[in-house]
């Protein structure tokens, strides 16, 4: 098992965000965590990746603990986050931003090469490399994060809410991008509130619903599923 | 966000608030105007002595812009003001002053006979250990500071980590007093750098003295701000300070570790602001525990006059507060004892009518 998630528990001061959620991560996989606002989607990721405080639980990484490791050495093991509302900072160039991705490596070379590889993915950062991040449209943004994301080399990537905000077409982009980066060897985590689209490149899915894990299953099979229909679906 | 910033500038302020603001700045730039065209044609000053004055600010300027600029990148990155900041200057100083103790209590006699101090033998080598010292100490003494006074206050309210520092800077003066007595020490400069010795340029039927201190001063701060500069926009670890500035979440997210970044600043903040007390001994001959309060919160007006947050406006706003503070008694016609009256004449209306500063808070979305 590449990640496993067992009956975490997080709070928000007194508001009580993961009520015991568990999830499982194959090498190789996309997982997607879907659910309404406030379900604790974001939240596991955080937790995952360190950013917030966990109460009880365990997250193990490749069978290794992750749960009390700080968030700079949770990058260095190879777990990248892409946050939500992409965070891009503002005052810095696309470069440097893609700089601040690669921070955890050292290698001046290898990062000319990766710019290279992330400007033939997303031509539109070639563009606006001296732009700063501030600047850029939404979808720029988003591409931005993703190419910041990926210079850190993930093997696992965190992805919450890749399509928030963003125009349909710009949306069908991301996710072939992000199906791209699956078929290279990235294993992904998504968390979307638009479970159509999530569903449809995800290998297995979990539905959360006020902090807990309601349904869980094949993507497929969640599609299927009447009560994901009604709730996530548009019901059609 | 920033084009609607820009656009308020130019148009007329809108509430009722903002109109009285703009009324009230301009009647106090004609009544200084007024002021100052009226001194000046009765002025017997001439132009030796506005040059003078000129060049003695913009030497103070340069020790403000130093330490100004720690004031800038510590809010930069945690949004308080870091009041203890003028006693790492004034640790610093001393730090410097017993290098030079030291070196001119060996004497040294050389092959001809005779007898030097240490300090007269070796200036160079005097004044490098000097700074050297004088730097790391305060270097040392920030790190400290931010380790005990602040770490243990991240995320609580904004007013909590202020009243530390408050009571920082009230502890190391006190401390300085214990340590260092009450007493002015005279800094024992070697005779290269003799105050008041230095380059005559002749202006007109007079002349004004460039002195050797001065000039060293300046052009070491000019060196160490186009370092600090470099460093903040090429190096890694200015990336990650910058990083950290904008967003201290997704820094951590790359990999930063924010809480390592945080202590590099207040080192890189103590470093400049030791070297600006170093120079302050050397050029302004007296130091004591106190010698940090004052230019502590010169500093202070000068970071919010270009702009807390802003790191070219420390810069230009430290020179721009030592020129004036220098020039402004005489161009006002009023007693130079009064400098300091118009250094915080001029925080009061710059937080009145521009609390942003001259260059505008280059950090405003995250303060808010």
């Known amino acids: 098992m590449m990640l496993e998630v067992n009956d975490l528990n997080v709070y928000y001061g007194a508001i009580h965000a993961l009520k015991g959620v568990s999830f499982q991560l194959k090498e190789g996989e996309i997982v997607a965590l879907i659910g309404a606002n406030g379900a604790g989607k974001s939240t596991s990721l955080k937790a995952v990746s360190s950013l917030v405080k966990v109460r009880s639980g365990e997250i193990f990484y490749r069978g290794e603990p992750l749960t009390t490791v700080p968030p700079q050495d949770v990058v260095k093991k190879g777990i990248i986050h892409v946050p939500e509302g992409r965070k891009i900072f503002p005052r810095m160039s696309v470069v440097e931003n893609l700089e601040m991705g690669a921070y955890v490596h050292d290698n001046r070379d290898a990062f000319e090469t990766d710019m290279e590889a992330m400007f033939e993915r997303f031509p539109r950062l070639r563009e606006r490399r001296k732009q700063s991040g501030g600047t850029l449209s939404g979808g720029e943004q988003q591409m931005l994060a993703i190419a910041r994301g990926l210079m850190a080399h993930p093997q696992l ?6 399509s928030m905000g963003l125009a349909p077409i710009i949306v069908e982009q991301i996710f072939d991008i992000i199906r791209d980066i699956n078929k290279q060897g990235t294993t992904i985590l998504l968390v979307e509130q638009n479970a159509q689209m999530a569903l449809s490149i995800a290998d297995r899915g979990y539905v959360l619903e006020t902090g807990r894990v309601v349904l869980e299953g094949k993507a497929d099979d969640l599609m299927e599923n009447p009560v994901v229909q009604e709730a996530y679906l548009g019901g059609h | 966000m920033e084009g609607t910033k820009r656009k308020r500038s130019l148009t007329l302020p809108q ?3 903002g109109l009285f603001r703009l009324i009230a700045a301009v009647v106090v730039f004609a009544l200084l105007f007024w002021r100052v065209g009226a001194v000046a044609t009765v002025s ?17 300027g340069g020790m403000y812009a130093l330490i100004a ?10 949004f308080m003001i870091n009041f203890a900041h003028g006693e790492v200057m004034m640790i610093g100083a001393f730090g410097g002053y017993f290098v030079f103790e030291a070196f001119n209590a060996i004497p040294v006699t050389s092959a001809d006979g005779t007898t030097l101090s ?22 040392l003494a920030g790190f400290l500071l931010e380790k005990i006074a602040y770490r243990p206050l991240r995320g609580a309210p904004r007013l ?3 009243i530390s520092a408050i009571g920082a800077s009230i502890f190391l003066q006190n401390a300085g007093q214990l340590l260092f007595g009450p007493q002015r020490r005279e800094y024992i400069n070697p005779d290269l750098l003799t105050r008041g010795t230095g380059w005559e340029i002749p202006i007109g039927e007079s002349s004004v003295m460039l002195t050797y201190t001065g000039v060293f001063s300046l052009v070491l701060s000019a060196i160490l701000m186009i370092g600090l500069f470099v460093l903040v926009q090429r190096t890694k670890l200015g990336k990650a300070m910058r990083a950290v500035a904008q967003d201290k979440s997704t820094a951590a997210l790359m990999g930063v570790d924010v809480d390592k970044v945080i202590s590099q600043t207040f080192v890189i903040s103590g470093l400049l602001a030791g070297a600006a007390g170093v120079m302050w001994g050397i050029h302004n001959q007296l130091i004591n525990y106190f ?4 230019p502590g919160i010169k500093a202070f007006t000068a970071a919010v006059l270009g702009g807390i947050g802003n790191i070219p406006g420390a810069m230009i706003g430290g020179l721009f507060l030592g020129i004036v503070e220098s020039v402004g008694p005489a161009a006002l016609g009023i007693d130079f004892q009064l400098k300091d009256v118009i250094a915080f004449s001029i925080l009061i209306l710059v937080l009145i009518f521009r609390p942003s500063g001259i260059l505008g808070e280059a950090l405003a979305e995250e303060k808010v």
Not at chain 2, 44 to 60: E, N
Not at chain 2, 69 to 78: A, F, M, N
Not at chain 2, 291 to 294: A, E, N
Request: aromatic content about 12%.
């Open chain 1, 157 to 162: 990537l965190l992805l919450d809410e890749p």
């Open chain 2, 15 to 17: 509430n009722k608030s």
């Open chain 2, 44 to 60: 017997q000053f001439g132009a030796d002595t506005w040059l003078r004055l000129a060049v003695s600010g913009l030497i103070l």
């Open chain 2, 69 to 78: 600029i720690g004031y800038t990148l510590v809010y930069g990155i945690l």
């Open chain 2, 118 to 139: 240490l300090l007269n033998s070796y200036p160079i080598l005097a004044v490098f250990l000097a700074f050297l010292v004088g730097m790391s100490i305060a270097a």
């Open chain 2, 160 to 162: 909590v980590p202020l």
């Open chain 2, 291 to 294: 010698t940090g309060f004052l």
